[in-house]
């Protein structure tokens, strides 16, 4: 959706099939809990040192 939205693609296709995505083994960890804090921040409204991180 995101590259559509950026007008990389043209058009959506129905989501039937699961997406072929190569898994990244250099993840850095601290990077991915600051995007998790970051969106659940973002959908949540609480402050940021408030944001529940329990999922």
Do not use: Y
């Amino acid at each position: 959706m995101l590259l559509w939205a950026l007008g990389f693609v043209e058009d959506l296709f129905f989501p039937d099939h699961i997406c072929d995505v190569p898994a990244s083994t250099s993840m850095d960890g601290g990077v991915v809990m600051e995007r998790h804090r970051a969106l659940n921040w973002l959908i949540s409204g609480d402050a940021w040192d408030e944001v529940d991180l329990s999922t």
